[in-house]
């Protein structure tokens, strides 16, 4: 098998993740998800928040952007106290607030932190999340800071312009990526057909497959920020880029398979069946 080791991962590992993205008031995306992915995966969170969203499982009603100057007071706040193992970006709504995520990194000198991108422009709802400046600025600024993108295969298109039709386009569009900047890229097959689900890993050293069977299932809320901060979590307490984003992949899809069939729309996945117990008919332990 090809030698998929790479140089991203922190030199001291410690597991501690600062997620950049927006709040999903539903709990099954954003923020949310990605506070209880890492803790699932037995990491640390912490938070910048970017954008604050009215959102259900049936759709997205309102946006309400962070202002930018308290977007970088959040991210410098964490990376001057606690500091951190890897960065995940989620939802980044405009050019501009992708400028001072990155202005604020920088100021605190974590050009060094591996980033995991997931380039977040539409909800499972279909409702839009980035104005028009927001994938220019992905291009040019987001993915030569990344040491992974994450994209799905329509958000993969919007990054190369190519389409996507089948595994040898994604592999195509994953090393233009490379091409743009990027460290790695691991495009998804969610939005794919087929009886597996193919996502394919495109880093310098080679190119890795990872098959699993396509679950039939609306509830796939919040996918794409639970895997990109289930690689960021792993990639934080040491695990190489390949062997995350495996990893990563295997909690997901069993999330997926145990979602708890919340909501009317496109519903949560079960960020917790790792660490699953029941409290509810257990006392509390006195003193």
């Known amino acids: 098998m090809t030698d998929m080791t790479d140089d991203f991962g922190p030199e001291h590992p410690r597991g501690r993740v600062l997620v950049i993205a927006g709040s999903d008031s539903s709990g099954g995306a954003g923020i949310q998800a990605d506070i209880k992915t890492v803790t699932a995966l037995g990491g640390y969170a912490a938070t910048a ?14 946006v ?4 930018a100057d308290v977007i970088q007071g959040q991210i410098g706040a964490v990376l001057g106290d606690i500091g951190a193992d890897c960065i995940k970006t989620g939802m980044i709504a405009s050019a501009g607030v992708l400028d001072a995520v990155l202005q604020a990194i920088a100021e605190q000198g974590g050009q060094t932190i591996p980033l995991i991108a997931d380039p977040v422009m539409v909800a499972a709802s279909g409702a839009r999340l980035v104005d028009d400046s927001a994938l220019e600025a992905m291009k040019t600024r987001l993915l030569p800071r990344a040491a992974l993108v994450t994209p799905n295969i329509p958000e993969a298109e919007a990054l190369t312009g190519l389409t996507i039709s089948d595994i040898d386009d994604q592999r195509a569009a994953g090393e233009a990526m490379l091409k743009q900047g990027a460290g790695a890229a691991l495009v998804k097959g969610g939005h794919g057909e087929g009886a597996d689900v193919i996502d394919i890993l495109v880093t310098r050293k080679g190119v890795r497959l990872f098959t699993r069977p396509r679950l039939k299932t609306r509830h796939t809320h919040g ?26 992949g295997d909690y997901l899809h069993e999330a997926i398979r145990q979602a708890p069939g919340l909501g009317k729309g496109s519903g949560p996945v079960h960020h917790g069946w790792t660490v699953q117990r029941s409290f509810a008919s257990a006392p509390l332990r006195e003193g």
């Open 49 to 62: 928040i970017t954008a604050v969203t009215v959102q259900s499982t049936e759709g997205v009603s309102a």
């Open 64 to 67: 309400h952007p962070v202002p």
């Open 223 to 248: 996918t794409g920020c639970t895997l990109a901060s289930g690689i960021a979590a792993l990639m934080a307490q040491g695990l190489p880029l390949d062997r995350a984003v495996e990893a990563a």
